[in-house]
């Protein structure tokens, strides 16, 4: 069933920043992945004013959005985010399939 990755993250440094995204879109992609949102245009509409980038990533599967976490090719580009960006949450959530 497919799975959806959100991050939510506060970008301190955008020229590194720059070099992590640089390299996600393909390791995304090996991984069956593909972007759906990435940091673009929103609308507030209920709850606390939550400032952070937001990213939306679809997965064939909660076990495909893992392995691409647990990737070394992930790994790495997750040393370039860091110090670029703080406030970090990503989870992983399945989606729903109608009947």
Do not use: W
Not at 46 to 74: H, Q
């Amino acid at each position: 069933m497919v799975a959806y990755l959100i991050g939510r993250m506060s970008i301190v440094d955008p020229d590194q920043y720059n070099q992590y995204k640089q390299l996600t879109p393909g390791i995304i992609e090996k991984f069956g992945g593909k972007f759906l949102s990435r940091g673009g245009e929103r609308m507030h509409l209920e709850g606390a004013l939550d400032d952070r980038r937001v990213v939306l990533f679809e997965f064939e599967s909660v076990d495909a959005a893992r392995l691409f976490y647990e990737s070394p090719e992930y790994t790495h580009a997750r040393t370039l985010r860091n110090g670029a960006a703080t406030d970090m949450q990503l989870l992983v959530v399945e989606g729903f399939e109608a009947h």
